[in-house]
């Protein structure tokens, strides 16, 4: 299990680098697209195999309500974001969806926090405003316009957290891979429209492969996996492992584009981890909504 844990963790880490790769010749609704064009279907096959696909008519029109934020929205800002700013800025601001899930827990009024999740959720803050606005913030070849991208990663970060409030009432009723099988394919059905759209823009190189990679390893396996371990571990033992995810992404951005990491840019992804731990320790919210907070790539 602990294999595979980490196994995940460095999937879902080098999926920055793929789909780096895949939007340097492929606009990112298209990119998104093709992904969830492969991989829902596979999900769905996955979850017939083990008989977990029927649902009722109510649950089928929240999988697709749920699916349009949590696989439609938050990957077009994933994937925009990953293309317009630089690997590290995107992997440290989309890890802070804890921070906002705290914040919409609050207003929500479902969670209160204590004085340790208050300062969690204000270093959090602190550490994103350190990466959007610290150091050298001039457009680059593998970040053209960083500050948007930036803007993008957070707005990802908010979507996801928002998603995981919404999809909790259905991972209670259903079984996880349910939920993710019909998201990924009603979610991926209103991606559609990129095809016919940019198909005629597009220049299939590497890319091909980025696009598999994200569809397979990182979706159908990570998403599969993940889950299972959630159910039987439960988020809170995960949390080291998710934690590690943009320094790994950051050092595979170096090695692969080189792409320095500046000061700035460690100093607040040091701050938002430690905020990201400090705002979901001890704040009473629901195991299943964590677990699925966990599955952001």
């Known amino acids: 299990m602990e294999t595979g844990l980490w196994l995940t963790i460095v999937l879902w880490s080098l999926n920055f680098i793929a789909v780096k790769i895949g939007v340097q010749d492929l606009p990112p609704a298209l990119f998104t697209a093709l992904r969830f064009l492969v991989a ?23 999988l697709a309500g749920t699916g349009l934020i949590g696989i439609s929205l938050y990957q077009l800002l994933f994937t925009t974001a990953v293309q317009l700013t630089d690997v590290a800025s995107a992997a440290i601001l989309m890890a802070l969806s804890p921070v906002f899930a705290a914040i919409w827990g609050v207003i929500a009024r479902s969670e ?13 803050v602190a550490g994103a405003v350190l990466v959007i606005l610290g150091g050298h913030r001039a457009a680059t070849a593998t970040a053209p316009a960083p500050l948007l991208g930036d803007g993008a990663a957070l707005l990802a970060a908010v979507a996801w957290a928002v998603y995981g409030f919404i999809s909790l009432p259905l991972v209670r009723r259903l079984p996880p891979l349910t939920v993710t099988a019909w998201q990924s394919v009603l979610g991926g059905i209103a991606l559609l429209w990129a095809i016919p759209i940019y198909w005629p823009q597009a220049h299939f190189t590497v890319n091909a492969f980025s696009i598999l990679y994200s569809a397979l390893p990182v979706t159908v396996f990570g998403l599969s996996f993940w889950q299972g371990a959630t159910a039987r571990l439960g988020p809170t033992r995960l949390l080291a492992h998710l934690s590690a995810e943009p320094a790994i992404a950051a050092v595979a951005a170096f090695f692969m584009f080189g792409t320095p990491i500046g000061r700035f840019v460690i100093a607040g992804g040091i701050m938002s981890l430690v905020g990201v ?18 599955l952001a790539e």
């Open 112 to 124: 209160t926090l204590r004085i340790g999740n208050l300062l969690g959720v204000a270093l959090g």
């Open 277 to 294: 731990y400090l705002a979901r320790a001890g704040s009473g919210a629901s195991s299943h909504r964590r677990g699925r907070e966990s």
């Open 40 to 62: 829902g279907p596979l999900l769905l096959a996955l979850a017939y195999r083990k008989g977990e696909i029927r649902v009722s008519h109510r649950d089928f029109w929240a």
